[in-house]
């Protein structure tokens, strides 16, 4: 079965730094685009980061500078290093897998709670 395992979430400080990983399995993970979303309570799902299957890597303008993005295909992961915390960076973060041009994928973790807090 595609599995996707998000960890490294939890408190942190504003200005302090988290790096999530996601763990992957049931699909060739090589292959896949593989994406960062977050959801903060009563906001819409939004994308943080993307990598694609040779490990070019996308963001937001606004994600741009703080985060980034990066996988192990020999680990099938992909991680998500944040730096320079802000409160408004709290959210439950999502792993994502697809190959949108093919029609494959749409896969999700169960996501990991990131909390920014003095």
């Known amino acids: 079965q595609v599995q996707l395992v998000e960890s490294g979430g939890g408190l942190v400080q504003p200005g302090g730094s988290l790096r999530l990983s996601c763990t992957a399995s049931?699909?060739?993970?090589?292959?896949?685009?593989m994406s960062w979303y977050r959801q903060a309570p009563g906001k819409e799902r939004e994308l943080v980061a993307v990598t694609s299957a040779g490990g070019s890597t996308n963001y937001p303008d606004s994600m741009k500078g703080r985060f980034t993005i990066s996988r192990d295909n020999a680990k099938n992961t992909v991680y998500l290093q944040m730096n320079s915390l802000k409160p408004e960076d709290t959210a439950v973060y999502y792993c994502?897998?697809?190959?949108?041009?093919?029609?494959?994928?749409?896969?999700w973790g169960q996501g990991t709670q990131v909390t920014v807090s003095s």
């Open positions: 049931g699909f060739t993970f090589s292959r896949y685009v």
């Open positions: 994502h897998a697809a190959i949108p041009a093919r029609g494959f994928g749409d896969y």
